[in-house]
Structure formats: structure tokens, C-alpha cells
């Protein structure tokens, strides 16, 4: 199957969200390190299921230009049992997003997101990215969103 085409996008969603159902072997690194925050990639459902089930925010961290959505609901009605056994209806949604791809090259329907510097190779988005928050910023960003959840 193309990669490309809808049956190879299904394929994939599917395909990741069954690599997620592996998150038990997370569990017992989850609970001896007991992080503050989970972060995964976009294909990483283990992250926002074993965010839930700890009650810890997730921070979605994107390495490209976004994936598309049927991705995200492909692998979402894979993971309905197990969504089902969580009291979930759907996937949970990010609390921050981090974003490598540059805002002018965004999908437009992109959401909001916390940029970080990638390392350009052309003297335009070498421009742009300049602007970017390090990645010290992001994640003094990340320790703000917690402490401001824990607050709350």
C-alpha cells in the first residue's frame, strides 16, 4: 500500500495506535520515574493514553509538518476498546503542541503551538526560525504549564 494514499494513511493510524497498546511496558517507568509531564510524537498514542491514566498533562512534540487527521482517527477507532476500558470517547487532546515547522509552512488549519528552532537550510527559514523560542524556552514553557496545572 502507497503510503500516500487513503488506504496507506488508514494503515498507518491503525498500524501506530496498535505500537501504543505496548504502553504497558511504559507503566512501571512511568511510575518509578514519576515524570511531571509526558511528551510523545504525533504518532505516539501511548503518550496521551498513559497521560490520562496518570492525570498528567501531554505535550504532543511534531518533527514535520503535521500528519493528516484521518491519521489521528484511524488510530482512534483501533483504540476504541481500550479508550472504552479508560472512560474516553476519544483520544485525548494535547496540552501543548511543539512545533519544529516553521509557521509559514504550516497546514493552515494548524492549531495553536509553542515553536522551537530547527536547524534551517535556507537563509529564509534561517531567518524566521531565528525568531523562534529556543528549545530552553520551550521548555521553560513546559515547566510553566505544569506548575500553572498544579496550581489550579
Known amino acids: 500500500m502507497w503510503p500516500g494514499s487513503a488506504g ?24 518509578s520515574w514519576r515524570p511531571d509531564v509526558i511528551v510523545g510524537g504525533s504518532l505516539s ?6 497521560a490520562h491514566r496518570y492525570g498528567l498533562p501531554w505535550v504532543r512534540h511534531a518533527l514535520n509538518m503535521g500528519e493528516p487527521v484521518i491519521i489521528d482517527l484511524a488510530a ?4 476504541v476498546p481500550e479508550m472504552d476500558e479508560m472512560g ?27 515553536f522551537m528552532r530547527y536547524a ?7 531567518a524566521e526560525i531565528a525568531s523562534l ?8 514553557a513546559i515547566v510553566d504549564m505544569v506548575r500553572g496545572r498544579t496550581a489550579a
Do not use: K, W
Not at 498514542?45 to 498513559?50: E, G, H, Q, T
Not at 482512534?76 to 483504540?79: G, V
Not at 476519544?90 to 509553542?114: K, W
Not at 534551517?120 to 534561517?126: G, I, K, N, P, V
Open 8 to 31: 496507506g494513511v488508514l494503515f498507518n493510524g491503525r498500524g501506530m495506535a496498535r505500537l501504543a497498546l505496548g504502553m504497558e511496558g511504559l507503566v512501571p517507568l512511568v511510575e
Open 45 to 50: 498514542y501511548a503518550a496521551p493514553l498513559l
Open 76 to 79: 482512534a477507532a483501533e483504540l
Open 88 to 114: 474516553l470517547s476519544a483520544l485525548p487532546a494535547p496540552d501543548m503542541d511543539i512545533e519544529l515547522c516553521p509557521p509559514s509552512v504550516r497546514r493552515p488549519d494548524a492549531g495553536p503551538a509553542q
Open 120 to 126: 534551517a537550510r535556507t537563509r529564509e527559514l534561517a
Open 133 to 140: 523560542p529556543t528549545p530552553h524556552e520551550v521548555t521553560q
